[in-house]
């Protein structure tokens, strides 16, 4: 655990939270299909202002959206199944939790300085703003 998350964890227990460790059920398909649900909704959602404006994407985020035309329907509503049971699996586990404290990112937010739209890193400001 990286120390400034582990640092945070400490002023939660400090304030009162009883921290134990949990595993997400089905975490590694849970992301599958995550991805799989995302780049179909992306392009779904996207698909005309991306025939019409494509340059206000990125480079990357273009790409990314771009993917959902590759997903089979069938890859779709398995993504959808599979989505309802991580539902299932998360309530049940929050049933005995009040919250889950876990990094979102496997590194360090990068200086803004020198990021473009066509950084991967940027991806939510790209498809908010396209900047």
């Known amino acids: 655990m990286p120390a400034l998350f582990e640092a945070a964890v400490h002023v939660l227990e400090e304030a009162g939270a009883s921290v134990v460790d949990v595993e997400l059920p089905n975490f590694d398909a849970t992301v599958g299909a995550v991805n799989i649900t995302s780049r179909a909704e992306a392009l779904a959602y996207h698909m005309l202002d991306m025939r019409q404006r494509r340059q206000l994407y990125g480079e990357y985020m273009a790409d990314f959206i771009e993917l959902g035309a590759s997903v089979m329907g069938y890859d779709y509503v398995q993504a959808q199944r599979l989505r ?41 400001t790209s498809r908010a703003s396209g900047t």
């Open 84 to 124: 309802m049971v991580a539902k299932r699996d998360v309530a049940s586990l929050m049933s005995n939790l009040d919250a889950i404290a876990m990094p979102t990112s496997g590194a360090a937010a990068l200086p803004l300085e020198g990021l473009t739209s066509d950084s991967m890193f940027t991806a939510p």
